[in-house]
């Protein structure tokens, strides 16, 4: 039986990850972890029987009465989660944590030697060479839980990685694909929401609609598979049936396709090195099937070009972008920032952000800090000018 935490387990990836859980006779939680959803992590640790639960949020984890829940050992506050991981006996540690808030449990869960499975993509972005160096030095395996990047995984692994020439990974495109800058200026909280495709947290949904997700998913991918920033494509296909594609050096592509459907990505790095059935619908393959691919618009979509341009600088660069991008976010559903003010705020930071590598964790909350407050400042001056 594998022993799995499992952080972020009310959120979107963690509610799906319990439903694989369920489906398994393999898989046994031991730990859970949220931010603020005290009363589903409460649900759900009772009905698994956990014991050790975290909360990030202090004036949530208030509300959990010792004297009605005497048997629940609750780690409190931002390093609870990785308190968790360090605390608990585990196999396998899934991070669906969002945000830099991860990063401190990816770390935590590489230096316990457990086995990762990662949805957390910013541990990578803002840290991608101490999370990898972590990973190498340990000799764990990180087990993306991305759709593109499980697909990559296991295409790679087919094809054997000196086979492999280039990278595709593809973007549903959002709910924007075609929209003038014209257009975007007078776009709202809920049509930015409201994703063609996939059912996600409020966040990484606005991300897509930047096509901001697909540039984390280029400096993840680089990390993640140790190829250049060049070797990485990015292609619209709105039907979000091929995952991703990778080209190899024969002039050959082998392509990952399958329905949109989280569980599949997450029961893959759960179980490995083995495959567990999941309850998905199959793809009709017989009922106009229709692909279709497309260049990225990275002039009205400038999140993937700068994405690029911040990984080309280093660490300290695409940890200030993924601040930026975080507080601008934030700043766009709270209705104090524009949504084209999303990519002038990460702009503006990566022109005065430093470059070069990040050797320590807190020499990436140094920069995550800094980042954060020059972000705020931005967001404050363009919503003044808006």
Request: charged fraction near 20%; aromatic fraction near 4%; glycine fraction near 8%.
């Amino acid at each position: 039986m594998k022993r799995v935490v499992i952080l972020g387990a009310t959120g979107s990836i963690g509610v799906q990850a319990l439903q694989v859980v369920a489906a398994s006779r393999d898989l046994t939680v031991v730990g859970l972890s949220c931010d603020r959803n005290v009363a589903l992590l409460l649900e759900q640790a009772m009905s698994l029987g956990v014991n050790d639960v975290a909360v990030a949020d202090k004036r949530a984890a208030a509300t959990v009465s010792a004297g009605l829940y005497p048997e629940l050992n609750v780690r409190v506050g931002p390093g609870g989660a990785a308190c968790l991981v360090r605390e608990v006996e585990a196999d396998l540690v899934l991070n669906a944590i969002v945000g830099f808030a991860g990063l401190e449990s990816t770390l935590a869960a590489l230096e316990n030697g457990s086995a990762l499975a990662l949805a957390n993509k910013e541990s990578l972005v803002c840290a991608g060479s101490l999370v990898t160096g972590a990973a190498v030095r340990r000799g764990i395996t990180i087990l993306p839980v991305d759709s593109e990047h499980s697909a990559l995984f296991q295409l790679v692994a087919a094809a054997g990685k000196g086979a492999v020439d280039s990278l595709v990974i593809t973007a549903s495109g959002g709910p924007f694909q075609g929209r003038t800058p014209l257009d975007l200026a007078t776009v709202t909280r809920e049509q930015a929401l409201a994703h063609p495709t996939w059912s996600m947290g409020d966040k990484i949904t606005i991300d897509s609609a930047t096509l901001m997700n697909k540039g984390l998913e280029v400096i993840e991918a680089h990390h993640l598979f140790d190829v250049p920033y060049d070797r990485v494509e990015v292609v619209v296909h709105p039907q979000s049936l091929v995952h991703a594609l990778v080209r190899l050096v024969d002039g050959a592509l082998l392509a990952h396709l399958g329905m949109a459907d989280m569980r599949v990505p997450i029961a893959f790095a759960l179980h490995y090195p083995e495959r567990a059935p999941v309850a998905v619908q199959p793809l009709d393959l017989l009922g106009g099937l229709s692909l279709e691919f497309s260049a990225a618009d990275e002039e009205t979509f400038p999140a993937i070009r700068l994405a690029r341009e911040a990984g080309a600088r280093g660490d300290a660069a695409t940890c200030a972008l993924n601040a930026a991008n975080e507080v601008a976010v934030h700043a766009f559903l709270d209705g104090n920032l524009p949504f084209p003010g999303i990519w002038k705020v990460v702009e503006a930071i990566l022109e005065d952000s430093v470059d070069g590598p990040l050797g320590t964790y807190g020499e990436v909350v140094a920069v995550d800090e800094w980042a954060r407050r020059r972000a705020s400042e931005a967001c404050v001056s363009l919503f003044a000018g808006s």
